[in-house]
């Protein structure tokens, strides 16, 4: 059993709340969790971190770096990789972790920015490539610099010919303007085609998808109302989302887990501490178990890819980094169950930073629309952290970019750490 007491997340909580004479039930209230369940974190018999973290810390006027035992691992990636990004020598990159604990504010600042340069590049990578494959893009294109070229030479004959006849001058002048005109109608054609590239707020730069990804990390993927009166708050709660297509794609992701929930209701995951236990409530559906454990338990991660191993959901844990952009890890049972479907894996892992982690996966196909159409199975892992530190496991990794075990097998790609 893991050790308690002041050195862990869980009995820096437990002695803050006694120095200030709090009692469980009203600090858990105040948390938005179970008297019960936060007897176990102060045990530490759950571990802690993302939204629940800051909640707790809130509610004893502390800041979260008080509390927590251990930098974010998924924070020190970002902020390595910012620094391998320019190029900062080997010793500044090892100093990541101090930094991030003495100034944990602008540590998040930094790996703020770092994402949102990273999701700028994605975007003019994509509209690069827009414009050298789209054939209607690349038409309007030429049909805009080809009017700027007749405008560019009409100007110039006028310029250049003080003394002109008035007919052709006239003439001159009404090509212009026409030129001119048609000039601003393509230019507006191509601006339009391009929106996203010209919008003025950060959401519309963004894919339907990454809005979505953000729309739901704000949550904590933990939506109350999808409890509480189902489908029916749907409306309400993607309100919020500037594009149609977020919006579309945000009711998806959350049709599915009202779903979920109506199958697996939250008074059933209460009574029980391990996956197994739900199986039967389930009636066998393991990745009813892991989605419903994943988005209801704010100390478990959840990660969901399809057949061609991108990841389709990522609900990060403190502790265990996620990519950001790309895929996982290979060696993750994720990828591994997508190989064997309907056959549920448990995994122990080992993070680079030597943190033991029970990983459960499982792949199974989406339901049949009709009779011939082709299955295509989505994998689901649930990431809870070890209590027992003892006993074989898989080194893994968060990804190759950032991964720093330069003897893997599996590696695709280097390293942007040092060492």
Not at 150 to 163: D, F, G, M, Q
Not at 364 to 378: E, G, N
């Amino acid at each position: 059993m893991a050790t308690k007491g002041r050195g862990s997340t869980g009995g820096r909580i437990r002695e803050r709340r006694l120095a200030l004479g709090i009692r469980q039930a009203h600090l858990a209230a105040e948390a938005g969790i179970s008297a019960s369940y936060l007897n176990l974190i102060e045990h530490d018999r759950r571990p802690i971190g993302g939204a629940l973290l800051g909640r707790i810390a809130e509610a004893l006027d502390v800041s979260r770096t008080m509390l927590s035992a251990d930098v974010d691992e998924s924070l020190l990636d970002v902020l390595r990789a910012a620094g391998a990004a320019q190029n900062l020598p080997s010793e500044e990159l090892t100093s990541a972790a101090e930094f991030a604990r003495r100034y944990p504010g602008w540590a998040r600042v930094i790996a703020a920015q770092a994402e949102r340069l990273a999701a700028q590049a994605d975007t003019i990578e994509a509209l690069s490539d827009r414009l050298s494959h789209d054939p209607a893009l690349a038409e309007a294109m030429h049909e805009l610099l080809s009017t700027v070229a007749v405008v560019r030479s009409t100007a110039s004959i006028l310029a250049s010919t003080p003394e002109i006849d008035a007919n052709w001058l006239r003439r001159f002048h009404a090509n212009l303007d026409a030129d001119s005109r048609r000039l601003a109608d393509g230019a507006e054609a191509v601006v339009s085609y391009l929106d996203r590239a010209g919008a003025g707020n950060d959401e519309a730069r963004l894919t339907p998808s990454e809005t979505v990804a953000q729309f739901l990390d704000g949550r904590d993927h933990a939506f109350a109302e999808l409890e509480a009166r189902g489908a029916d708050a749907i409306p309400e709660l993607v309100a919020g989302l500037a594009s149609p297509e977020a919006r579309a794609l945000a009711a998806e992701v959350l049709t599915a887990d009202a779903e979920d929930a109506a199958r697996l209701p939250l008074e059933i995951l209460a009574e029980a501490e391990q996956p197994d236990d739900l199986l039967e409530a389930a009636r066998g559906d393991a990745a009813l178990v892991l989605r419903r454990l994943g988005v209801t338990d704010p100390a478990r991660g959840l990660v969901v890819c399809d057949a061609s191993g991108a990841l389709i959901r990522r609900k990060a844990v403190a502790g265990f980094s996620l990519p950001v952009i790309g895929a996982g890890c290979p060696l993750w049972p994720l990828y591994e169950a997508l190989s064997q479907p309907g056959r549920a894996l448990v995994r122990r892992l080992e993070m680079p930073d030597g943190a033991t982690w029970i990983a459960h996966a499982v792949a199974a196909p989406l339901p049949q629309t009709r009779f011939d159409a082709v299955p295509t199975p989505r994998s689901t892992m649930l990431l809870t952290r070890a209590v027992r530190e003892t006993g074989p496991a898989v080194p893994v990794g968060p990804g190759c970019r950032v991964c720093p075990r330069g003897d893997c097998a599996a590696r695709r790609e280097p390293s942007v750490l040092p060492g």
